[in-house]
Structure formats: C-alpha cells, structure tokens
T-cell receptor, first 111, second 116 residues
Framework: KQEVTQIPAALSVPEGENLVLNCSFT??????LQWFRQDPGKGLTSLLL?????REQTSGRLNASLDKSSGRSTLYIAASQPGDSATYLC??????????FGKGTKLSVIP | DAGVIQSPRHEVTEMGQEVTLRCKPI?????LFWYRQTMMRGLELLIY????????DSGMPEDRFSAKMPNASFSTLKIQPSEPRDSAVYFC??????????????FGEGSRLTVL
C-alpha cells in the first residue's frame, strides 16, 4: 500500500525566501504526482501535475520535481510572499483511483 | 469551465436528520470522487465513480452513507441518519480518464457539515 509523507508538517519562513517542500512515497510505481494548495475553509487548488515520464514542471514561481527512483518529489517556491501561506498537499497517482494524499505541509510566510 | 460545483457550502443539522450533498463535475470528466476531510484523519476517499458507475465504495463508513450518480453531470452523497461524528468537510473531485488514467484531479470548494 502506497504511503505518502510530507515533512515538515509546518514551516514558517520570512517573506522573500526561496523554499522547498518535500513529498516522499514508498511505491515508485506511480503514474503521476500532483501538488495542491489549500487555503483555510477552501477546496484544494491544483498547482502542478508531473507525469511519471517527466522530471519537473514549472508554473510561475513554482517548480515541482519528481524522482521516482528515490521516491521523492519537491515543490520549490521562489521569492515567497505572504499570499503563499497555505497548506500544500501532494498526491501520488497509480491508476484511475489509486490516489494517495500526503497530510500536507502548512506554510506561513511572515511579512 | 466553472469547475467542480458543490452545494450546499455549509450545512448545520441536528442528529438524526437526513443530509444530502450535491456535486456537479467538470463537463467531460468521467471520473468522480467523494472525499471527507477532518483534522484527525485528513482526506479520506469515500467513493469513486467511473462513467457514472460506482467502482469502489470501500471508504463509505457505514450503511448510513450512500452515493448516487444518475448522470454524467450530477452526483449526490446522502447521510441518513446523520450523527455528530459525521461533522467534516466533504469534497467532490473529478478528472478526465477517457483517454488516460493520469489526468489532473480537480476539487470543488467543499460542503462543511456540522451535525449537532
């Protein structure tokens, strides 16, 4: 059974810092890896989707990488802003509904 | 596209009452998921539909929970009778699996249920 771990559970950084969020998974036989952000009281917003054949995806200040062999994905946020404060979740996909979420990293960017 | 649409956004009810949550997936998406999110347990998959057919309902907590998808654009999750421990945020999500199983998953804004 796939297990997805996100460490740390919470992270606080000053505004302007570059930061990396981590996601590790136990079964490397995944089809894709998706990153979401969740604001308090809101739904999950998709940020980036990396297919298993890809190594990374970029959107604006966000860059997500995938290393299946080591069972790791990272989400890099450049020049962090207070508006980046949210909980970030990763999702490993191994089929139509074989989807496993991490428990998330709560990010606080301090002005 | 309007995205995944859920209603109601908030529901407060008393123990024993019936609760019906509704979801409209993104047009063209053929896979639909119901999730429940609590602080203690995080996100839990309740049921998965593909082409309107329930494929996996092993996450449905007990017989008080039922879900239907009468057509490609509508699904309901019903709790009858409701109990305080059902209080949670219920999310609906959809993706397009018509040509690949690796599609992007999109979530609705959720229905926050409080059972008194």
């Amino acid at each position: 059974k796939q297990e997805v771990t996100q460490i740390p559970a919470a992270l606080s950084v000053p505004e302007g810092e570059n930061l990396v969020l981590n996601c590790s998974f136990t079964d490397s036989a995944i089809y894709n890896l998706q990153w979401f952000r969740q604001d308090p009281g809101k739904g999950l917003t998709s940020l980036l989707l990396i297919q298993s054949s890809q190594r990374e995806q970029t959107s604006g200040r966000l860059n997500a990488s995938l290393d299946k062999s080591s069972g790791r994905s990272t989400l890099y946020i450049a020049a962090s802003q207070p508006g980046d404060s949210a909980t970030y979740l990763c999702l490993s996909g191994a089929g139509s509904y074989q989807l496993t979420f991490g428990k998330g990293t709560k990010l606080s960017v301090i002005p | 596209d309007a995205g995944v649409i859920q209603s109601p956004r908030h529901e407060v009810t008393e123990m024993g009452q019936e609760v019906t949550l509704r979801c409209k997936p993104i047009s063209g998406h053929n896979s639909l998921f119901w999730y429940r999110q609590t602080m203690m347990r995080g996100l839990e998959l309740l049921i998965y539909f593909n082409n309107n057919v329930p494929i996996d309902d092993s996450g449905m907590p007990e017989d008080r929970f039922s879900a239907k998808m009468p057509n490609a654009s509508f699904s309901t999750l019903k709790i009858q009778p409701s109990e305080p421990r059902d209080s949670a945020v219920y999310f609906c999500a959809s993706k397009d699996d018509r040509f690949s199983t690796t599609g992007e998953l999109f979530f609705g804004e959720g229905s926050r249920l409080t059972v008194l």
